[in-house]
């Protein structure tokens, strides 16, 4: 069974920093992109950074010099790297990874910018 397991979200100041992970795990396929999407209250669903199996990237505009995708494709795991976190960048966080045949989403992990 594919699991995609997130971990590193939480409360932060403004200005602050944290971490997010997601391990992909249950499949013979390696995942050929994954990112991170975030929703907040009341808005869609938007995308905030992904990253091919190449390493190649894309920001959401918004995030661009603050956030830093990164990936360890021997573990089949992805990195938000977030820094000078703002209020607006409160929302559930989810990672999503997508192998040949199917796009799987993580249970999603709350962010919280508030002082």
């Known amino acids: 069974q594919v699991q995609l397991v997130e971990s590193g979200g939480g409360l932060v100041q403004p200005g602050g920093s944290l971490r997010l992970s997601c391990v992909f795990s249950g499949s013979r396929n390696s995942p050929i992109g994954m990112g991170w999407y975030r929703q907040a209250p009341g808005k869609q669903r938007e995308l905030v950074a992904t990253i091919t199996s190449g390493s190649s990237t894309i920001y959401l505009d918004s995030v661009k010099g603050r956030f830093t995708i990164s990936r360890d494709s021997a573990q089949n795991t992805v990195y938000l790297q977030m820094t000078s976190l703002k209020p607006e960048d409160t929302a559930v966080y989810y990672c999503?990874?997508?192998?040949?045949?199917?796009?799987?989403w993580g249970q999603g992990s709350q962010v919280t910018v508030s002082s």
């Open positions: 999503r990874a997508t192998t040949q045949y199917n796009v799987y």
